[in-house]
């Protein structure tokens, strides 16, 4: 923000008197700075708010918050996790400002923000977003409930589920199953991996296709699969769904993979090829859509134009030993 009024425009002076504060006080909040106290932060942003004052872009470090779901546990392990250390380490190297709310919904306002990633978001935070894409640039990691308009970088998760209903039907499996969660990119898989079985021409069965979520763990979703007859199940996810669905098929239910069961899961770096039997995996690129992400925000921030709003990357099915 600028220290001298031009044709009456307030400066910081004019900030500190209103807010009682000094003129580097006021420097630190606009800057995100530290050592400020929290209530003495919000009323010099109130009364920056008021004034309708922010700082230069041009003389301070851009700051991006990443968002996501306080109440997923991947927020600390799997997808969530992986995905916003790709992109802190991305936007670090671009030497930007990273800020990772603890609770985003109380936590943001507190803050001069020049764009937010949202990693992970629903109810309650997703309504958040749709409130602060009005005001700084957004871009949403595998948003499937698509609004014309938005920015996003997804991975193709319809395109896994029909990747693995053709693989298990190449391998003489009659019988597909699919366990997977209630959130939207979970059901696009299971969108693929229905149409893949219908495209195929083998009948879907009804009793095979599970969810978890809602009162529904992941032991009961993928029990009822199998006892349903499943010869073979996709159990999509880079949180170590499909990880935690071998431990119930091999030590809860005591049957044998792949001699009776055949599982493809979602692929979790540095773990799935050391399962016994490494597990058959759909790969999902987050390095990738981390990078994308952030070239488009960049973009956003210093008003260049992108060129596609909604990015969709390819992903690939490792053959293990999880299939037989």
């Known amino acids: 923000m600028e220290e001298t009024s031009k044709k009456g425009r307030p400066t910081i002076y004019d900030l500190a008197k209103i807010a009682d504060v000094s003129p580097g006080t006021v420097s630190r909040v606009l800057n995100n700075k530290d050592r400020v106290k929290a209530s003495t932060r919000e009323r010099v942003l109130e009364a920056a708010r008021e004034l309708g004052l922010k700082p230069q872009a041009s003389v301070r470090t851009k700051q991006i918050a990443i968002i996501t779901e306080p ?3 991947d927020s600390l392990r799997g997808y969530s996790a992986f995905l916003t250390m790709q992109i802190s380490l991305a936007l670090s190297q ?5 800020f990772i709310p603890e609770d985003p919904i109380n936590q943001l306002e507190g803050y001069f923000l020049d764009g937010i990633i949202a990693v ?4 309650d935070v997703l309504e958040m ?3 602060w894409e009005k005001r700084v640039p957004t871009v949403y990691m595998d948003n499937f409930s698509y ?3 938005e920015y996003a970088v997804c991975s193709d998760h ?5 990747i693995a209903a053709n693989y298990l039907a190449s391998r003489n499996k009659k019988k597909l199953g699919f366990v997977g969660g209630l959130h939207a990119p979970a059901m696009e898989r299971r969108r693929g991996f229905v149409d893949g079985i219908e495209q195929i021409g083998l009948p879907v069965e009804e009793a095979c296709i599970a969810s978890y979520g809602n009162g529904v763990n992941i032991m009961s979703a993928v029990t ?3 006892r349903s007859g499943a010869d073979s199940l996709f159990v999509p996810g880079s949180s170590m769904e499909g990880i935690r669905a071998m431990h119930i098929i091999q030590y809860v239910m005591g049957r044998q993979i792949p001699e009776e069961i055949s599982i493809i899961g979602g692929e979790n770096l540095g773990v799935s090829e050391h399962m016994n039997p490494p597990l058959t995996a759909v790969t999902v690129p987050l ?8 070239e488009m925000i960049i973009k956003l921030t210093e008003n260049e134009p992108v060129k596609e709003k909604r990015v969709i990357l390819p992903v690939e099915l490792v053959e293990r030993d999880s299939v037989s």
């Open 287 to 294: 390095g990738d859509m981390a990078k994308k992400a952030v």
């Open 224 to 226: 009822k699969a199998i």
């Open 120 to 123: 992970q978001y629903e109810n």
């Open 71 to 73: 109440r997923f546990l």
């Open 147 to 149: 609004v014309e308009g």
């Open 129 to 131: 977003l749709h409130k």
């Open 94 to 98: 671009r030497n930007i400002s990273v």
């Open 158 to 162: 319809y395109e896994s589920g029909r």
